[in-house]
Structures are given as C-alpha cells and as structure tokens.
T-cell receptor, first 110, second 115 residues
Framework: GDSVTQMEGPVTLSEEAFLTINCTYT??????LFWYVQYPGEGLQLLLK?????DKGSNKGFEATYRKETTSFHLEKGSVQVSDSAVYFC?????????FGTGTSLTVIP | GAVVSQHPSWVICKSGTSVKIECRSL??????MFWYRQFPKQSLMLMAT?????????EQGVEKDKFLINHASLTLSTLTVTSAHPEDSSFYIC???????????FGDGTRLSIL
C-alpha cells in the first residue's frame, strides 16, 4: 500500500548549517506531497507542497523537489536558524487518504 | 509504536443530522489531541487543539458551536459536527501526543459526506 518513510531523528545542527531531511514514498497513483512543521506546543502547519513530478515546493527558505524517478521528496534548507527548531513531517495525499511520516525532530543550536 | 484509532473511517448521512467522530490513543495517554480538516485538493487545516480536561482551543474561523470537541479522558477525544450540511463534507483527521513537545501520532482519518 501507499506509505511514507522519513529519516529518523533527532537532528541537531548548529545555526547556519545545511539541512536535509530525507523522505521517500510508495504510491500506486500520482500523489501530492507535503512537508508539515510542528513548532513546540502547536499543531501542524503546512510548510510546502508539490502536486506533480518535478515540482519544487518552497517556503521560508525550505525547498523540496518531487522526484518521481527516485520516489523522494527531501526537505532542504541552506542555512538553518534557531527558530527552525521543530518537528517536520513528510506526508503523501492520494485519493481519500493522507499518509504521514513519523516526523523528524530538528534542534538548531546557536 | 504509538497507535491512534479514529472511528468511523467513512460516514454518509442526511443534512441536519449530527455526526460524532472518535479519536482514541490505544497505547499511550494523550494529554493533547489535534483536529484537522482537509478541503478537496487542499492541505490539512488545523481546526482545534484539545487538552484533556479543559475546553478546546479553536482556530480562527472555526465555529465552536458547530464543531463540538470533547476530551474527557487521556485516551479519547470526540469531534461532533452538529446539524451537518453538505458544506461540512470533508476529510477529518485527528492526532494525539503525550505532551505538547512529543511527536504527534495520526489517526487514519474520517471521510464525512453529507447528502
């Protein structure tokens, strides 16, 4: 069945470091892909999305490209900030269902 | 791993009826549960945050009298869509967390269709 596999955390980086959080998916159809972020004490917020192959989603310096050939949607940011400390969820939407990754906790230290 | 059960997975009912959706954490105590709604071809939208034993905190634009949330125990939160109408048809999903700083665990979602 459809599923999302996300890099396990926790991830700890120094400020201004490069971030990559890996996400791969399995889907029978043509899913839309999302990255959600959860800041401490809050619910999920949409970070970015891509609805078809080769689309690149971007927001707040984060980027992810929908790669059909590698079934991946890796999240990247060139220079992280302390305020980026949060839990990041990769998600797939197809048909009537959302499938979430297990979440990756990111801590950025000054 | 932590399991969250959401029930029912699919419900179809007539306009004007009330529908209750349950969200249960099966193997952990969830002090906080979140309720989300997904409109067609859009991403999830947070509706409310539910803390055990206290009133839910609703996001701006969400009618608290329309979407009643009860979190009476550490393993169960319910969302009741009162006097449902076709525009309430949507996909509703809950998530649960042990504490606000712990990972969220998602239910499988409920597809609500109002005729």
């Amino acid at each position: 069945g459809d599923s999302v596999t996300q890099m396990e955390g926790p991830v700890t980086l120094s400020e201004e470091a490069f971030l990559t959080i890996n996400c791969t998916y399995t889907a029978t159809g043509y899913p839309s892909l999302f990255w959600y972020v959860q800041y401490p004490g809050e619910g999920l917020q949409l970070l970015l999305k891509a609805t078809k192959a080769d689309d690149k989603g971007s927001n707040k310096g984060f980027e992810a490209t929908y790669r059909k050939e590698t079934t991946s949607f890796h999240l990247e940011k060139g220079s992280v900030q302390v305020s980026d400390s949060a839990v990041y969820f990769c998600a797939l939407h197809t048909g009537n269902q959302f499938y979430f990754g297990t979440g990756t906790s990111l801590t950025v230290i000054p | 791993g932590a399991v969250v059960s959401q029930h029912p997975s699919w419900v179809i009912c007539k306009s004007g009826t009330s529908v209750k959706i349950e969200c249960r954490s099966l193997d952990f105590q969830a002090t906080t549960m979140f309720w989300y709604r997904q409109f067609p071809k859009q991403s999830l939208m947070l509706m409310a945050t539910s803390n055990e034993g206290s009133k839910a905190t609703y996001e701006q634009g969400v009618e608290k009298d329309k979407f009643l949330i009860n979190h009476a125990s550490l393993t169960l939160s319910t969302l009741t869509v009162t006097s449902a109408h076709p525009e309430d048809s949507s996909f509703y999903i809950c998530s649960a967390t042990l504490t606000v700083n712990q990972p969220q665990h998602f239910g499988d979602g409920t597809r609500l269709s109002i005729l």
